[in-house]
C-alpha cells in the first residue's frame, strides 16, 4: 500500500480545540452542542460553505464543539482564529443560558448519561468498542506542525515521542471522573488508550513499515481508512503534518498557546535535525510507555527517563533545560511570549493543580471546579 505524504510549509500551524457546553446555573454537561453549532450557523451565514461551518464542527458527543483553526503560519495566529470561534460560539451561547467548558474531562458528570452524535461513524465505533467506547467523554487540543518532506515525519514523531512526558504533564487537566478524585493528573490520556486504534504509535523505522501497518489494518478491519488511526502521535499524510494528540483540553487560550508553541517549536528542532542527517537517540518503547504513565499518574511532579541508559530526572528540571535550548528556535518562529508561557504553567500550577485547589476550597463541592474552570476559560485567567 503506498501512502502519499502532501508538502506542506514547513512548521505551519493547525490547532483543533474540543471543548463542552455546560448549563451556566451549575456547570453540567448538556447535550446542545449541535443546536448551538446551527445557531451560529443561522446567525452568520457567511460561514456556511456546503451547509458547514470552515472552522467549528460537531464531535463523538452531542455536549462537544470543535474548534479547529485553517493553516497558521505563527502561534499568534492560531489564537487568533481560536479567540474569533469561541466570540462566535458566546454570541448564541449565552443568550442560552450555556457556557463553554474546556478541559479533559468534566469532573461530575456521568459518562452513561451522555448522548452520542447521531452519525453512524460514531455509531459504529460505540457498538464496536461497547464499555470502554461508551466511556469517551474526554476533551483534547491537537495541534498539527506542517512538513515539507516525508523524510521528516518519522524522525519528528520519534522525537515527538520523548517530549510526550513534557507535553502531557503541562496539559494534565483531568483528575476528576464521574465524581470521584482519580489521583491522577490527566485520567483523560488513560481513558483514551483502551480503544484499539488509539495510544502510542508502533515504532516504524522506515516509511515502508508504516504503509505496511496501515495496510495491515485495514486489511482485516481494525480500520476503513486511515484518519481512524487515532495514534497519540500520527502523520496526517493528506495534510502534511505530524498531529500531537495527546494533550488534555486546556482550560485557558493562552495555555493553548503555550503549548502550541512548544510543540512547534520541538517539531522544528527535530526536522532540522532530520534534514541535517543528525539522528537523535530514540527512547526505546518501554520507557515511552512509562513516561506517559507517569505524567499521566504524577503530572509535573514526574521524574522521567531521558536515555537509553535509564537516565532519571525531574521534570521540571528537564522542562528547564528544554525550553533554554528551544528559546533560538521560538524567536526564529516568532513564539517566543507564547513559549514563556510554558513556565507559567509549571511555576504557577496546571490544570489538574487548580482543580483540586478548588476542590479543597470548597469541602470537595465538584461543582465549583466545572464553574471555576468556565469562569478561566471565559477570562482567559
Known amino acids: 500500500m503506498e501512502i502519499s505524504f502532501a508538502r506542506s510549509d514547513q512548521s505551519t500551524l493547525g490547532v483543533e480545540w474540543e471543548v463542552a457546553l455546560v448549563d451556566a446555573a451549575d456547570g453540567d454537561l448538556v447535550p446542545r452542542g449541535r443546536e448551538t453549532y446551527e445557531a451560529v450557523l443561522e446567525a452568520r451565514p457567511e460561514w456556511a460553505r ?6 467549528l464542527t460537531g464531535e463523538f458527543l452531542l455536549n462537544t464543539i470543535e474548534m479547529v483553526t485553517g ?8 489564537t487568533e482564529q481560536l479567540a474569533l470561534m469561541m466570540d462566535e460560539i458566546r454570541s448564541v451561547a449565552d443568550p442560552r443560558g450555556l457556557e463553554i467548558f474546556a478541559a479533559g474531562t468534566h ?3 456521568r459518562w452513561q ?20 467506547g461508551r466511556q469517551m ?9 506542517g512538513l515539507d518532506s516525508r523524510a521528516k515525519a518519522l524522525p519528528v514523531l520519534d522525537g515527538m515521542l520523548a517530549h510526550y512526558p513534557h507535553l502531557l504533564a503541562l496539559s494534565a487537566n483531568s483528575p476528576f ?6 489521583g491522577y493528573a490527566s485520567q483523560r490520556s488513560m481513558i483514551f488508550q483502551q480503544l484499539s486504534t488509539a495510544g502510542l504509535p508502533y515504532p516504524f523505522d522506515t516509511w515502508d513499515e508504516y504503509e505496511r501497518c496501515i495496510e495491515d489494518m485495514i486489511t482485516t478491519g481494525i ?28 482550560s485557558t487560550l493562552w495555555e493553548v498557546g503555550a503549548l502550541t508553541a512548544l510543540t512547534q517549536c520541538l517539531a522544528h528542532s527535530l526536522a532540522a535535525d532530520a534534514e541535517a542527517g543528525r539522528t537523535r537517540p ?9 513516561n506517559k504513565w507517569r505524567a499521566a499518574r504524577y503530572g509535573l511532579d514526574a521524574q522521567v527517563i531521558t536515555d537509553a541508559e535509564n537516565t532519571e530526572r525531574d521534570l521540571r528540571e528537564d522542562l528547564e533545560r528544554l525550553l533554554d535550548r528551544l528559546e533560538p528556535v521560538a524567536a526564529h518562529l516568532g513564539c517566543a511570549r507564547e513559549l514563556a508561557d510554558v513556565e507559567r504553567i509549571y511555576r504557577d500550577g496546571a490544570g489538574y493543580q487548580r482543580q483540586r485547589e478548588v476542590a479543597r476550597a470548597h469541602d470537595g463541592d465538584l461543582r465549583a471546579v466545572a464553574l471555576d474552570i468556565v469562569r478561566r476559560t471565559r477570562e482567559n485567567a
Do not use: M
Request: charged share 30%.
Open 50 to 55: 456546503d451547509g458547514d461551518h470552515p472552522h
Open 71 to 78: 493553516v497558521c503560519r505563527d502561534v499568534a495566529g492560531t
Open 107 to 109: 469532573p461530575f458528570a
Open 113 to 132: 448519561d451522555q448522548q452520542v452524535t447521531d452519525k453512524q461513524r460514531y455509531h459504529k465505533l460505540v457498538d464496536r468498542t461497547q464499555y470502554w
Open 137 to 145: 467523554v474526554i476533551f483534547g487540543v491537537h495541534v498539527h506542525v
Open 177 to 182: 471522573w464521574d465524581g470521584q478524585d482519580t
Open 223 to 250: 480500520i476503513e481508512e486511515i484518519s481512524e488511526c487515532r495514534w497519540d502521535v500520527r502523520p496526517v499524510p493528506r495534510l502534511g503534518t505530524n498531529e500531537v494528540r495527546f494533550c488534555d483540553g486546556l
Open 282 to 290: 530514540r527512547l526505546q518503547p518501554w520507557h515511552v510507555r512509562e
